[in-house]
């Protein structure tokens, strides 16, 4: 799976089918953009060919998976899609990953691009459709051989079954013999196999890389060894838009191993022979740095500035979620309840930090690196050699975690520019600290939630302002958040509130400009916006002298939104007193409208060291509703993951800035969780439907407002500001 692939072997005819001696190959039609509506993903819109299954005449099976392993699973469940539909025996199968080729294209982002767990959910139907079409393409052969109607076949798994005569052929028979169609067969979602009939889908198929994983022989893109390769690293300008004017280049060429540095547009690159010659090499540069546009960032004012932006009402933001009048309901409520809050930058914490090995000759660039956005990937690094996007041969390796760091690919760029100045192969590869002294960190943030409330205490309108830096420009350019009218989404998910009762709401989000380098981050902006809502729901169910649960309850208007929090709360046996302890209750969300929301809900037990301010917490117990659960042990391992992500950023995790520079340099002092804070996790899945729904960052949205809610409750104090640090908490008490 993790070899170099031979493009050879992926070659398929216009025609989309190859007969020979050594077998099949299909290709199928994958689903069209549904970024204008959800029907097309629903119905698997026709669009280019895409070459995904190769069966022998030994009866083995090749599957190709379009997206990039990361961790989330995606190199199992994709092919597993194909296989159910196409009822392959799985222990015949082998999965490779796909070149990077349009063929691949996900049908949401219309490229090679994983984000926003819609990787399952996009691929879908097309991965259906194509596995129904290559079992139709052999089922329609085998009637032929036999001369009987095709309505009489069956299949079982990577056989075909004639019951009236009780003949059986297998795939690989067939394939020695099967001619190629002038088109496929059309698969109509009816066509498709019944969810009650599936053998592979919805049981626990063990992931297929397991075993080089806990080997040690998974290959990632740190891993790769090329001949004559040389090493590098990236010294980045410490601040966003700076750039060197100069450096001691002298110096650094005359360290022992050192073959070249050089200076770019906003960084310095040192190659040389070995790793610990490059590393040696970077801790001995000097470098006059320009100012560039985040000079003057700093975290501690930054806040206090942002709060004061979300209070003043004559300060405009762009209106990114509305319904009703909310401005006018709160405007004439019987009450009104605000709240405040605030969020830190937080850094990606990938445990690879960022690599990547490029070749750059007069024939082209050969890049191998881990990425979200292989499609991206190709396109710059082709940009930076100087040549057509068909000279770059690009390697997709396995990546040592994302989390939406390396949706980012300037790390590729750096690897060609590396390779290009030496006339070698270079590999390219950070130390931790310039991983995270230069790293793209969710946005920080405040928050301002005014609610109004009638006579009887319902609640009548919801406003919900957000400050913080715009990520659109940095990842998808200036353009495309102009075309999507200043809204950008990566930086407001989440404070939309459509599972809740409140007829008028309005988000707005007020564009702050720092120069900070800031980026898509695990969950989006669940982290935050969640944080918000959850906190507020709480407070006005303490307010009202009601149960968190019930006032949830009560204010649901999606049965499916009332089921995770009443299993959640049975789980946690919300009911029972704890001495020392309390409970904090979330819901919380994934997805967008024309795919679905997957759902949970999520409940914290803690307790409180008053002396230390630290919080300890014991338990979370989470209900998640994912629709169809395709691999339910791999749901349950991503949710758990996701929830110690986001538990880090609740209690421990911050990057902190000072006169634009990050103050933070490793672990030793940009806190991760540790083992011996790790809280027993109980995690249910729910199955509510026929398709698979968003997964891998459901659970962000709820430790941190579950942490919260639980404080609330056992010290009656709110905290308002994550994460919630042992001098914030006792500034809390206080």
């Given at each position: 799976?993790?070899?170099?692939?031979?493009?050879?072997?992926?070659?398929?005819?216009?025609?989309?089918?190859?007969?020979?001696?050594?077998?099949?190959?299909?290709?199928?039609?994958?689903?069209?953009s549904?970024?204008?509506?959800?029907?097309?993903?629903?119905?698997?819109?026709?669009?280019?060919?895409?070459?995904?299954v190769t069966?022998?005449?030994?009866g083995?099976?090749?599957?190709?998976?379009?997206?990039?392993?990361?961790?989330?699973?995606?190199?199992?469940?994709?092919?597993?899609?194909?296989?159910?539909?196409?009822?392959?025996?799985?222990s015949?199968?082998?999965?490779?990953?796909?070149?990077?080729?349009?063929?691949?294209?996900?049908?949401i982002?219309?490229?090679?691009?994983?984000?926003?767990?819609?990787?399952?959910?996009?691929?879908?139907?097309?991965?259906?459709?194509?596995?129904?079409?290559?079992?139709?393409?052999?089922?329609?052969?085998?009637?032929?051989?036999?001369?009987?109607?095709?309505?009489e076949?069956?299949?079982?798994?990577?056989m075909?079954?004639?019951a009236?005569?009780?003949?059986?052929?297998?795939?690989?028979?067939?394939?020695?013999?099967?001619?190629?169609?002038?088109?496929?067969?059309?698969?109509?979602?009816?066509?498709?196999?019944?969810?009650?009939?599936?053998?592979?889908?919805?049981?626990?198929?063990?992931?297929?890389?397991?075993?080089?994983?806990?080997?040690?022989?998974?290959?990632?893109?740190?891993?790769?060894?090329?001949?004559?390769?040389?090493?590098?690293?990236?010294?980045?300008?410490?601040?966003?838009?700076?750039?060197?004017?100069?450096?001691?280049?002298?110096?650094?060429?005359?360290?022992?191993?050192?073959v070249?540095?050089?200076?770019?547009?906003?960084a310095?690159?040192?190659?040389?022979?070995?790793?610990?010659?490059?590393?040696?090499?970077?801790?001995?540069l000097?470098?006059?740095?320009?100012?560039?546009?985040?000079?003057?960032?700093n975290?501690?004012t930054?806040?206090?500035?942002?709060?004061?932006?979300?209070?003043?009402?004559?300060?405009?933001?762009v209106?990114?979620?509305?319904?009703?009048?909310?401005?006018?309901?709160?405007?004439?409520?019987?009450?009104?309840?605000?709240?405040?809050?605030?969020?830190?930058?937080v850094?990606?914490?990938?445990?690879?930090?960022?690599?990547?090995?490029?070749?750059?000759?007069?024939?082209g660039?050969?890049?191998?690196?881990?990425?979200?956005?292989?499609?991206?990937?190709?396109?710059e690094?082709?940009?930076?050699?100087?040549?057509?996007?068909?000279?770059?041969?690009?390697?997709?390796?396995?990546?040592?975690?994302?989390?939406?760091?390396?949706?980012?690919?300037?790390?590729?760029?750096?690897?060609?520019?590396?390779?290009?100045?030496?006339?070698?192969?270079v590999?390219?590869?950070?130390?931790?600290?310039?991983?995270?002294?230069?790293?793209?960190?969710?946005?920080?943030?405040?928050?301002?939630?005014?609610?109004?409330?009638?006579?009887?205490?319902?609640?009548?309108?919801?406003?919900?302002?957000?400050?913080?830096?715009s990520?659109?420009?940095?990842?998808?350019?200036?353009?495309?958040?102009?075309?999507?009218?200043?809204?950008?989404?990566?930086?407001?998910?989440?404070?939309?509130?459509?599972?809740?009762?409140?007829?008028?709401?309005?988000?707005?989000?007020?564009?702050?400009?720092?120069?900070?380098?800031?980026?898509?981050?695990?969950g989006?902006?669940?982290?935050?916006?969640?944080?918000a809502?959850?906190?507020?729901?709480?407070?006005?169910?303490?307010q009202?002298?009601?149960?968190?649960?019930?006032?949830?309850?009560?204010?649901?208007?999606?049965?499916?939104?009332?089921?995770?929090?009443?299993?959640?709360?049975?789980?946690?046996d919300?009911?029972?007193?704890r001495?020392?302890?309390?409970?904090?209750?979330s819901?919380?969300?994934?997805g967008?409208?024309?795919?679905?929301?997957s759902?949970?809900?999520?409940?914290?037990?803690?307790?409180?060291?008053r002396p230390?301010?630290?919080?300890?917490?014991?338990?979370?117990?989470?209900?998640?509703?994912?629709?169809?659960?395709?691999?339910?042990?791999?749901?349950?391992?991503?949710?758990?993951?996701?929830?110690?992500?986001?538990?880090?950023?609740?209690?421990?995790?911050?990057?902190?800035t000072?006169?634009?520079?990050?103050?933070?340099?490793?672990?030793?002092?940009?806190?991760?969780?540790?083992m011996?804070?790790?809280?027993?996790?109980?995690?249910?899945?729910?199955?509510?439907?026929?398709?698979?729904?968003p997964?891998?960052?459901?659970?962000?949205?709820?430790?941190?407002?579950?942490?919260?809610?639980?404080?609330?409750?056992?010290?009656?104090?709110?905290?308002?500001?994550?994460?919630?640090?042992?001098?914030?908490?006792k500034?809390?008490?206080?």
């Open positions: 799976m993790n070899k170099h692939i031979d493009k050879k072997a992926l070659k398929v005819s216009r025609r989309g089918f190859v007969g020979g001696a050594a077998g099949v190959s299909f290709s199928f039609a994958l689903g069209g549904l970024l204008d509506a959800g029907e097309a993903l629903a119905q698997g819109a026709s669009g280019k060919l895409n070459a995904y069966i022998a005449t030994d083995g099976i090749v599957i190709m998976t379009p997206a990039p392993e990361m961790g989330q699973g995606v190199n199992t469940v994709l092919p597993l899609i194909i296989a159910e539909e196409l009822d392959a025996d799985w015949k199968v082998k999965v490779q990953q796909a070149p990077v080729n349009a063929a691949y294209n996900h049908p982002f219309r490229g090679q691009y994983q984000v926003a767990s819609l990787t399952t959910r996009g691929y879908w139907m097309p991965l259906r459709t194509a596995g129904a079409q290559a079992r139709r393409v052999l089922l329609d052969a085998a009637a032929q051989r036999w001369g009987v109607p095709v309505t076949l069956t299949t079982e798994p990577s075909v079954v004639h009236g005569s009780g003949r059986k052929m297998g795939y690989g028979e067939i394939a020695g013999f099967a001619q190629t169609p002038e088109k496929l067969p059309e698969i109509k979602p009816e066509d498709l196999k019944p969810v009650a009939r599936f053998r592979l889908l919805g049981k626990d198929v063990q992931r297929i890389d397991i075993a080089e994983k806990s080997s040690g022989k998974m290959l990632y893109a740190s891993d790769v060894q090329v001949p004559g390769m040389l090493y590098g690293t990236i010294a980045r300008a410490p601040r966003r838009g700076s750039a060197p004017k100069s450096f001691n280049r002298d110096e650094i060429k005359a360290q022992p191993g050192i070249e540095a050089v200076a770019f547009d906003d310095v690159g040192i190659i040389g022979n070995t790793v610990e010659a490059v590393f040696a090499a970077r801790h001995k000097k470098a006059d740095w320009s100012e560039g546009r985040g000079a003057k960032n975290s501690e930054e806040t206090q500035d942002y709060l004061a932006h979300v209070r003043d009402p004559s300060r405009k933001g209106v990114v979620r509305q319904t009703g009048d909310a401005n006018a309901a709160i405007a004439g409520a019987a009450k009104v309840v605000s709240g405040e809050y605030t969020t830190d930058y850094y990606h914490a990938q445990m690879e930090p960022l690599s990547c090995t490029a070749s750059v000759t007069p024939d660039v050969e890049v191998w690196a881990g990425t979200q956005w292989p499609t991206k990937s190709v396109a690094a082709a940009k930076a050699a100087g040549v057509g996007p068909e000279k770059v041969k690009f390697h997709t390796m396995q990546m040592g975690g994302g989390f939406g760091r390396r949706a980012y690919v300037e790390y590729v760029v750096d690897a060609v520019m590396l390779s290009k100045a030496v006339g070698k192969p590999k390219m590869i950070q130390s931790r600290e310039d991983d995270l002294r230069a790293g793209k960190f969710r946005p920080l943030t405040a928050q301002k939630i005014d609610v109004g409330l009638d006579a009887n205490g319902k609640v009548v309108g919801w406003r919900h302002r957000i400050a913080a830096e990520v659109y420009p940095d990842l998808y350019g200036q353009a495309r958040l102009d075309n999507d009218k200043g809204v950008d989404f990566i930086v407001i998910a989440g404070a939309d509130m459509p599972f809740y009762d409140v007829p008028a709401h309005v988000a707005d989000h007020i564009y702050e400009q720092n120069g900070a380098r800031v980026a898509a981050w695990r989006i902006a669940a982290g935050y916006t969640n944080f809502i959850e906190a507020m729901i709480d407070d006005l169910a303490r009202a002298g009601k149960d968190p649960v019930e006032y949830r309850l009560a204010l649901f208007k999606d049965p499916r939104g009332k089921k995770v929090i009443e299993r959640a709360a049975q789980l946690a919300w009911g029972r007193k001495e020392g302890r309390a409970l904090g209750i819901f919380a969300k994934l967008i409208p024309p795919v679905g929301f759902m949970i809900g999520t409940v914290a037990e803690i307790s409180l060291d230390s301010g630290k919080i300890k917490v014991h338990n979370l117990w989470c209900a998640a509703d994912v629709g169809l659960p395709l691999q339910p042990s791999n749901i349950v391992a991503q949710i758990e993951g996701s929830l110690v992500f986001s538990l880090g950023a609740a209690l421990k995790e911050r990057i902190t000072r006169n634009g520079q990050v103050e933070q340099s490793n672990f030793h002092d940009y806190e991760v969780l540790r011996s804070e790790m809280p027993e996790i109980k995690v249910e899945v729910i199955s509510s439907g026929p398709i698979p729904l997964v891998g960052e459901l659970a962000i949205g709820g430790p941190i407002p579950a942490v919260a809610n639980a404080f609330l409750a056992l010290t009656g104090k709110r905290l308002t500001a994550a994460p919630f640090t042992p001098d914030r908490v500034k809390a008490l206080a």
